[in-house]
């Protein structure tokens, strides 16, 4: 069977890698930079789409205060300097998951994407709910290791993988 594959690089944006993010956004930023850059010029030199997704929370004084990152409009709120862009499929998610984006969704139904492979920010959280959310609406999806991290601690990554797991996703 022939398998159609999309990589879907999650939330790799200047807030959570630039050098002006805030301290609990503690990622290996060239490590992981390179990784997922790797993964983007492997998938797209196979054929396969790449995917890039951004988290973006509305620009409203409340959440400027409360969250202070990913806000609609603003450069933190970009794809990362350093990522690597070869297509211009880009979607932004207001929520963890990103196939609730409806223009995603469409998209990864009309290509008929048999697999989904997800990349990028949080494993313990976006990267997670995507895959979950992939699962629910019975899309094949698969975490690549090589280009996903987490910045949580050992119990709640390690909880995490097991309702993965429950779900039926894969890390590869």
């Known amino acids: 069977m022939n398998t159609k594959k999309a990589l879907i690089v999650i939330d790799m944006q200047n807030d959570y890698l630039w050098e002006k ?11 992981l930079t390179a990784d997922v850059n790797a993964l983007i010029h492997r998938y797209d ?20 205060l409360l969250f202070g990152y990913s806000i609609a409009g603003t450069e933190g709120a970009e794809l990362y300097g350093g990522l690597d862009i070869v297509s211009d ?5 207001l929520f963890g998951d990103a196939l609730t ?3 995603l969704l469409a998209l990864v139904r009309g290509r008929g994407y048999s697999e989904l492979h997800l990349c990028g920010l949080d494993e313990c959280g976006c990267v997670t709910s ?6 629910k609406r019975g899309i094949t999806a698969k975490i690549v ?3 996903t991290v987490s910045v949580f601690p050992e119990k709640k990554v390690t909880k995490a993988r097991k309702r993965l797991a429950e779900a039926g996703v894969e890390f590869i």
């Open 21 to 31: 993010r805030k301290s609990n956004f503690s990622y290996d930023t060239p490590k």
């Open 45 to 64: 030199g196979e054929g396969c789409d790449v995917i890039y997704i951004r988290h973006i929370i509305q620009n409203l004084p409340t959440n400027r």
């Open 89 to 93: 499929l880009c979607f932004d998610k």
């Open 101 to 103: 984006n409806k223009e």
């Open 130 to 135: 995507t895959a979950l959310g992939a699962a």
């Open 145 to 147: 290791r090589a280009g």
